[in-house]
């Protein structure tokens, strides 16, 4: 079956650590996107990608980086200069003008913790 | 930039029973699309339903469906006959209908099913 594969489930990062978190999908879709989710503040758009080797800047880049080297993966570093990272992180994609009853598939996220 | 706006963090109804979920949202565009998406505790999110702003009927799925009023910028969604399962988080966002499909979420409303 298609999807989105996030690994992995749970994620513990060391003050002043960089961690990555892998995103992976299979459905032959175009963009793919990262999400972070707070309590109280729904789901916050950090980058997406619209094509292999572009990516743009959501609302709350700093502190995070990805790449897009291949259609199927996505992969978010957060990095020591994120000063909070403590959250739950969802990954989602769609397909080039995706139609209106799938506009994004998501993964099951990545809960991501300070030690 | 468009903005979307859940005013009720947590809402509760009776198992049977109709509750309503409210959205606003601020854009410039005639053109878009709305969404309700359903995250239960398993954090998955699930596509409820969907309006297309051009289209003046609003949108039904089974027991749910939506008020929407273009004029007022206002979506809200109606669970009708409440069962245990509809227990969640309900997410209202928005999709530009021209250009990239990312979307904008709001912060969300709890509901809590009373058996």
């Known amino acids: 079956d298609g999807g989105i594969t996030q690994s992995p489930k749970y994620l513990f990062r060391k003050e002043g650590q960089n961690v990555t978190l892998s995103c992976e999908q299979n459905?032959?879709?175009?963009?793919m996107y990262w999400y972070r989710q707070d309590p109280g503040q729904g789901l916050r758009l950090i980058y997406y990608?619209?094509?292999?080797?572009?990516?743009q800047k959501g609302d709350i880049a700093e502190g995070y980086s990805v790449s897009r080297e291949k259609k199927e993966s996505f992969p978010l570093t957060v990095t020591s200069a994120q000063k909070n990272p403590t959250a739950f992180y969802l990954c989602?994609?769609?397909?080039?003008?995706?139609?209106?009853?799938?506009?994004?598939?998501f993964g099951d996220g990545t809960r991501l913790s300070i030690l | 930039a468009q903005t979307v706006t859940q005013s009720q963090p947590e809402m509760s109804v009776q198992e049977a029973e109709t509750v309503t979920l409210s959205c606003t949202y601020d854009?410039?565009?005639?053109?878009?699309?709305l969404f309700w998406y359903k995250q239960p505790p398993s954090r998955q999110m699930i596509l409820v339903i969907r309006?297309?702003?051009?289209?003046?009927q609003n949108a039904t799925e089974n027991r749910f469906s939506v008020n929407f009023q273009k004029a007022a910028k206002s979506f809200s969604l109606k669970i009708s006959d409440s069962q245990l399962g509809d227990a969640a988080m309900y997410f209202c966002?928005?999709?530009?209908?021209?250009?990239?499909?990312?979307?904008?979420f709001g912060t969300g409303t709890r509901l809590t099913i009373i058996p």
């Open positions: 989602a994609s769609s397909a080039d003008r995706a139609p209106v009853d799938q506009p994004q598939h």
């Open positions: 459905l032959n879709h175009d963009a």
């Open positions: 990608s619209q094509i292999v080797n572009d990516f």
């Open positions: 854009t410039s565009e005639s053109d878009y699309y």
């Open positions: 309006q297309e702003a051009y289209k003046q």
């Open positions: 966002a928005y999709r530009t209908y021209f250009g990239n499909e990312k979307l904008t």
